[in-house]
């Protein structure tokens, strides 16, 4: 009952915390993945809103329906930004495995992610469910949560703003996707390189060998051996880039 009357008396501060808890949960990593049941969403986004509402400050519902729909508009803005730019840095990655599949000639071994709704390598698949592990023991799902809190204290009901710096960080998130790809596929790709140049010598040495066969096999096994050998790289760097997406994330709250 004490619940009830809470929202009653605080109706319009709970309707713009839930507004902005729903956007970001149903958009962030973890959270907004299409295999979480829409149930378990809701009453998610429900209990942090009721968590969340007593420390955001008391607004008073707009008097317009207009103004009412811009001010939700607003606070959704701000946790799909939130939840969009996190999802950038995840895409950066699998998109890394993407590219290593291209190059070691298993691109056509695909299956269905439920987590992004799209077909992806089977490579792909493999360093998105690594990354999500390594981002729930660095208790990301919790940092997620304290980035939604600290948003509201910086940006209060009817506090958003369209501004350009706004649109600045979201390209260089957006940009991250490029730039990781590079950077996590680069061991794969430059040993893949010299396999190919020699591949190619031994092609012109040696006409008698059927290079296709020989040179499909041995780039499939290199890659996978660099993969492995990557592994212990790959949680570090991913955990620094863990640790720059916050910054980043805390960065655009304060453009907003």
Not at 60 to 66: C, D, G, I, K, Y
Not at 100 to 126: C, E, R, W
Not at 180 to 185: E, I, Q, T
Request: charged content about 10%.
């Amino acid at each position: 009952m004490d619940i009830v009357q809470f929202i009653l008396s605080n109706s319009s501060t709970f309707l713009f915390v839930l507004t902005r808890t729903a956007s970001i949960i149903f958009t962030a990593p973890v959270f907004g993945a299409v295999n979480v049941p829409m149930q378990v969403k809701m009453g998610l986004t429900v209990l942090i809103a009721l968590i969340l509402s007593p420390l955001a400050p008391y607004v008073a519902m707009p008097e317009t329906t207009l103004g009412m729909t811009v001010s939700l508009a607003g606070e959704a803005m701000i946790g799909a930004s939130i939840g969009l730019c996190m999802r950038f840095v995840f895409t950066g990655i699998e998109f890394a495995a993407q590219v290593a599949s291209f190059q070691m000639g298993i691109g056509m071994a695909s299956a269905y992610d439920p987590i992004n709704g799209a077909q992806v390598t089977v490579l792909g698949k493999l360093m998105s469910i690594f990354t999500l592990l390594l981002f729930l023991s660095v208790n990301g799902h919790l940092m997620i949560i304290m980035a939604l809190e600290k948003s509201f204290e910086i940006i209060p009901p009817y506090g958003f703003h369209f501004s350009g710096a706004l649109m600045e960080n979201i390209i260089v998130f957006s940009r991250e996707i490029f730039i990781l790809a590079v950077k996590f596929s680069a061991p794969v790709i430059a040993i893949l390189i010299f396999i190919n140049v020699a591949l190619g010598i031994m092609a012109r040495t040696v006409p008698q060998l059927n290079m296709f066969v020989v040179g499909f096999a041995v780039t499939i096994f290199a890659g996978f051996v660099m993969i492995a050998l990557s592994m212990p790289v790959f949680e570090t760097a991913s955990q620094a880039v863990f640790e720059r997406m916050w910054e980043g994330v805390f960065s655009l709250i304060r453009v907003m």
